[in-house]
Structure formats: C-alpha cells, structure tokens
C-alpha cells in the first residue's frame, strides 16, 4: 500500500511524520514549489518522495494507493477525477484513526457556528468527571496527533465541512451537530454540497445529537452524496 499525501500543509506534515515512523511508504505532492513545513519533511525523507510544483497522477501506475487529501484543497483545486478514475482511495486525515483498534471513544462536533466553544465545553465536562481527553481535528493539532495517545479515554474532533467531504470510513462513538448555516461556498460549490458535507457525519456515528429540523429539512440529503 503506498500513501500519497496532497498538499503539504500542517495536517500533510503530521501525517508524514506518523507515516515515516510507523515505516509506510508515502509520497507527498504540492502544486506549490515552496510550501509550508518543506524543510521538516525534507528533515524526515528524500527529495525523491517528494513532486512539487504539480499534482502528478501518472506516477501512481497499478500500486494500490490511498491518497489523503489536505482540508484546504476544494475538490476543483486538484484533478479529482483523475485520481478517481486511476482507482485511487480517497481520505481525509480523520479516517487515520480508524487505523487503530482498540481505541478511545470518539466524539465528533460540527456545525457552522459554536464548534470551538462546544468541543471545550465538552473537555471540561469530561475532565471534571475525571476522563482523560484532548481536542484534534480543526483545532490546534490535526487528528493524526492523537494516535500518540492511545492511553486517553476521550478523543474530541472538531471538523470542519472540508474534512467531512473527503471522509470515507470514519467512525464516532457519538456525533453532535449543531447548526447548517450558509458557509464557504467558494469551497463547496453551492449550499447543498455543503449541507451534505456536513450531514455526512450522522451517518458516520453510532449515535447522533442535533436539532430534528436540521434532520427534517434536510433529510434525504446526506443520501444524495
């Protein structure tokens, strides 16, 4: 299995890093000659895992490959399709931690407004009952962070409607979404690409908290995905 990581950002770097110390092959791909965080990676691996400048398919052949996609890139900043139709699997960086089993519980927050206040909200409920717990996801540290803590009860993620989007075998323990409003539409293509992004992450959970009119407006669509 090769991974390829696109985009070489703060969720591209981490996700090297836990790929060069776990011993999986990776090759990282930034249309940008210069992009953040090159000089530590290049502290981790040759320049020959490295295609700058350029999102070059061409190079993944018959290997079976997964690509993780940045949150940053919409899906029309990079030849999706291309990829798609080479046979490659597409992630986002939350489907990392469904790489380790067993794990801690998972609680997942999204929404277009009050992600930040509630996933800290939920801390310090957690660590007042006494569970150990930390914060990933579009917080401070990427999601591929936590694996370094495997001994936590709790693992919190705020996500983001762009790491939603490219998920694909991600799985909470309990999910709460809190509110669609309209957002970011320069990076979906309209509201109901994004409303559907976001509406991925009931089906993504074991048990799910959120307002029954956001359910009943927009019900048939995280079935449209």
């Not at 295609?51 to 940053?72: A, E, H, M, R, Y």
């Not at 960086?93 to 998972?106: S, V």
């Not at 939603?164 to 509110?179: G, I, K, P, R, T």
Request: with cysteine; net charge negative; aromatic share 10%.
């Amino acid at each position: 299995m090769r991974h390829i990581i696109l985009s070489l950002g703060k969720t591209g770097f981490y996700l090297a890093k836990y790929f060069h110390q776990t011993g999986q092959d990776c090759l990282i791909m930034d249309n940008r000659l210069s992009p953040p965080y090159l000089k530590e990676v290049l502290a981790l691996y040759d320049e020959s895992k490295l295609i700058l400048g350029d999102f070059d398919f061409g190079i993944v052949g018959d290997q079976k490959t997964t690509l993780w996609v940045s949150p940053g890139l919409g899906p029309n900043d990079w030849p999706m399709k291309e990829a798609i139709d080479k046979g490659v699997m597409i992630k986002s960086e939350i489907d990392i931690l469904m790489t380790q089993t067993p794990r801690p519980k998972i609680i997942a927050v999204s929404g277009s407004n009050g992600k930040s206040t509630v996933v800290d909200i939920i801390k310090q409920t957690l660590n007042h009952e006494g569970y150990s717990c930390r914060i990933a996801g579009n917080h401070d540290f990427p999601a591929v962070c936590l694996l370094d803590h495997l001994d936590d009860d709790v693992w919190i993620l705020e996500l983001s409607s762009f790491q939603l989007f490219y998920a694909s075998c991600f799985q909470s323990d309990v999910s709460v979404l809190l509110n669609i409003t309209e957002d970011h539409l320069d990076w979906h293509r309209d509201m109901k690409c994004y409303a559907n992004a976001k509406l991925k992450l009931l089906a993504m959970s074991n048990r799910a908290v959120c307002h029954y009119d956001l359910v009943k407006q927009y019900h048939m669509s995280h079935n449209s995905l």
